[in-house]
């Protein structure tokens, strides 16, 4: 009986280390878990994204592209259309890089891939950052 106190008792120890390690809830995170969930809104104007996959051509008469891909997307619903341009850069001075010509959304896995076609004139690496107008940005003039 000794035994299976102490033993509680240590199991209570280290639970207080850990709260101590990691930080205890605080009152503010309490009333967050509390608070009915909401549809997020997209903290920016901007999508995001991160070049995964540079192609010559996928078939005879194709051009170079690009394609793009976004995970955890959770609730947010993009709005991203073909012909959007693609950028990189700031907001303040953005480059346009390329033009929106296929869309993927995996609404289960919330991830999205975006092909695109470059400007020819620009080097676009794989890694490289680039963004898309969220919400209706108009078609690029071809």
Known sequence: MHRYFLGLALIGVLAGLLLLRDGAPSAADAAQAQAP?????????????????????????????????????????????????????????????????????????????IEFDPDDSLRIEIGESVWVKLGGSPPAKK
């Open 37 to 113: 969930s909401q549809p997020q809104s997209p903290p920016t104007d901007r999508f995001l994204f991160d070049v995964v996959e540079s192609f010559d051509a996928k078939y005879p008469g194709d051009t170079p592209g690009h394609i793009g891909r976004h995970g955890g997307l959770g609730e947010l619903r993009p709005r991203i259309a073909l012909g959007d341009k693609v950028f990189r850069g700031e907001v303040d001075a953005p480059e346009i890089v390329g033009v929106v010509t296929n869309l993927k959304w995996s609404r289960a896995q919330g991830s999205l891939d």
